[in-house]
């Protein structure tokens, strides 16, 4: 809008965020008592015939000029389309709790949000917002409580997917926060595989326990303590363990379409404290497995830094012990011809596959 006052970005905002025409801004702009005055006729002029065209990149597609290059590094000429994905709304998602009932009966159970199947994960029903731009009250729908659906953005549902998890597993859930993936893992593995959730944050870890009993997942959970009495809550599990999953604290930037202010509260100081924790974590996970063994790694970031430069990171560091393997693709049909590749995995994103902007990769130790 030509300055960046309160009023120009509010403006820009209504036109590229919430995508409305002209008439449908200049009848907020009305100057009525509480509303703004009216629009002059500059910003008539510039909403009918204004162009980002020519504008660089950072202002184009709304994001902090520093993170660009790596941006580039991975988008190539699909930048500003991937940028501007990710300045969209983030549609509302769940994920149907298997261990109760099928995909197709928590349809039908909530026909009256007029929920549609999810593009590309199968255990996905995504949920109409309102004109506000608000979802449903989720988390007090009687199919909520009795433990039917979870609210997962169907990116995170597509990355414990292609965890790869079978029956009768003994697998780590590293980085488990609130437990989202622990809770997926359960349900595709039918509560058949031994799951161990921890987190370096007990209070991060807290939720997964009325999460578990309302879910009926089976997780054994392993809080860690801290100051004196921490230990290593995983020490019995060294070089035992079939399958780790590590879903690493990362910059967010992948999700940013559901956390705008995170764009701008990044700082390259963040982003090296986030490697520094990818390298630790991924370094934990590497001793955990057993020969054969499979790690997963996950981030919601777009960031090659964290993303294959950690895998590279952990490759150079473990030697011949460990190995890089493709992701195997075949949990969710239709990923296959849709996904970005990397050097070392694969890359969802808001443009490409609809989703948040996960990143899978796949290692197995050797020895
Ligand atoms: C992306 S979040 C996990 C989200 C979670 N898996 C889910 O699906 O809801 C990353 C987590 O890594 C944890 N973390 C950071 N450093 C860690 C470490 N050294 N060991 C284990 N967890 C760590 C953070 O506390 C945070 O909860």
Redesign the pocket.
Known sequence: MGGETGRAIVIGMLRLQRGLAEPSIASLFDGARFAPPPLTEDERKRLAEGSLADAPPEVAGDAPAFVLPSLTALFGDALLPELRALGRRAPLDIRANTLKQDRDAALAALADLSPEVTPLSPLGLRIPLGEDGRGPALHVDPLFLEGGFEIQDEG?QIASLLAGARPGETIV?????????SLALAAITGNAARIIA????PR?LAPIHERLRRSGAEVEVRTPRTGKARADVLADLDGTVDRVLV????TGTGTWRRNPDAKWRLRPGSLAGRLA?QA??LD?AAKLLRPGGTLVYVT?SLLPEENDAAVDGLLRRAGPAIQAKATDLAPVPGLDDRVRRTARGIQMSPALTGTDGFYVATMTRKS
Do not use: F, N, Q, Y
Not at 198 to 201: P, R
Not at 247 to 250: E, I, L, Q, R, S
């Open positions: 995170s859930d590293l980085c488990a926060g609130g437990g989202g993936k921890t987190d370096a944050d991060r879903d690493a604290p990362c924790e630790e974590v934990r919601c």
